[in-house]
């Protein structure tokens, strides 16, 4: 059965921490592994990463992929009260497989 | 930017109703996607279809149906709506191996 499984579920830190997000992948058809920010509305598109070992950056947010122990992170550095939000990874190719996402809470 | 419209953001039917929920995208993209989102379960997959007229199940199709006459249009339909179908319904679309775009999202209540 294919299984994308987030870790931690929740998470709770103040503003100027540093935060790792956690995403493991049993996915049969995979190529890609997603990662998208959901606030009130629709996830919107954060990282793409096809290529183990190869670091993504987008400001004070990266993302790194393990293709060969099956996971991937993301690190926000320097956090902020608007990185508050739901993260989610999804891995696959075409047909992607969610996981239930981890929740961040950034505290004044 | 990629726009994938859903024609409501929220909307409230009772129990036995047939319901259509319709997705616009406007980026020609093959890929089109119907997700439901619940507390703790993230995004399961109903529907999705890869092509005009081309429909595949996903994780949960039980209860739903789907049609895509247009490229740019994916509609789901609850048959029969039930009490356990209230949700948050999530449209998305993508090009060929690309990452998936969401629409706002619809917030359905089934009473």
């Known amino acids: 059965e294919d299984k994308v499984v987030q870790s931690p579920l929740s998470l709770v830190v103040h503003e100027g921490d540093t935060v790792t997000l956690n995403c493991s992948y049993e996915?049969?058809?995979?190529?890609?592994l997603l990662w998208y920010k959901q606030e009130k509305k629709a996830p919107t598109f954060l990282f793409m990463l096809t290529s183990s070992g190869i670091e993504k950056k987008s400001g004070r947010l990266s993302s790194i992929l393990d293709k060969k122990e099956l996971f991937s992170i993301l690190n926000i550095t320097a956090t902020q009260t608007g990185d508050s939000a739901i993260y989610l990874c999804a891995g696959g190719f075409n047909k992607f497989y969610f996981g239930s996402g981890t929740k961040l809470n950034v505290k004044p | 930017d990629v726009k994938v419209t859903q024609s409501s953001r929220y909307l409230v039917k009772r129990t036995g109703e047939k319901v259509f929920l319709e997705c616009v995208q406007d980026?020609?993209?093959?890929?089109m996607f119907w997700y439901r989102q619940d507390p703790g379960l993230g995004l399961r997959l109903i529907y999705f279809s890869y092509d005009v007229k081309m429909k595949e199940k996903g994780d949960i199709p039980e209860g739903y149906s789907v049609s895509r006459e247009k490229k740019e249009r994916f509609s789901l339909i609850l048959e029969s709506a039930s009490t356990n179908q209230t949700s948050m319904y999530l449209c998305?679309?993508?090009?060929?191996?690309?990452?998936?775009?969401f629409g706002d999202g619809t917030r359905l209540s089934i009473l």
């Open positions: 996915v049969t058809n995979f190529r890609s």
């Open positions: 980026m020609d993209h093959e890929n």
């Open positions: 998305a679309s993508s090009g060929l191996d690309q990452p998936q775009h």
